[in-house]
């Protein structure tokens, strides 16, 4: 999962949804719960330190709830506690036929997790999801 972090981080740092000065480099977490308590605090922070009003404090809340939807929607991948086992696939893998391994290609080893995330679930990402839109700060 580590990988996929740097790939989605690397990312979003050269195109990133929000218009801002720097990109900071997020710390990972192991709960969900910790994640939207980390976000809150700092938006917060952030209110108190630059005095915001109101209006401003009620847009950043809004934007922590979305920023939590979209974290959610990836609860499961991010947060997911257990391990996989290999071996009935590898087993499968060495009974079929060089034409049925071409065929049907089950081998995750050989998907490049870099690509798919920056060529293909990013953008589906933006375009079904936040739907291209850049948010300003």
Known sequence: ?????EYI???F??????ESENMMKMRMFDQ????????????SERNA???VDAKIQKQNKARVAYAEQLCKMYEFIGFFKASMRLGNTRVL???MSEEEREVFEVDA??????KYFVDIHIPGLRKHVVNRT???V
């Open 13 to 18: 740092r050269a195109n990133p949804l929000v």
């Open 93 to 95: 893998l060495e009974e």
């Open 1 to 5: 999962m580590n990988n996929h972090y």
């Open 49 to 51: 330190v630059f005095g």
């Open 9 to 11: 981080y690397d990312h």
């Open 109 to 114: 080893t050989k998907i490049d997790w870099n």
């Open 32 to 43: 969900f719960s910790n994640l939207s308590k980390y976000l809150r605090e700092r938006v």
């Open 134 to 136: 850049r948010l300003s």
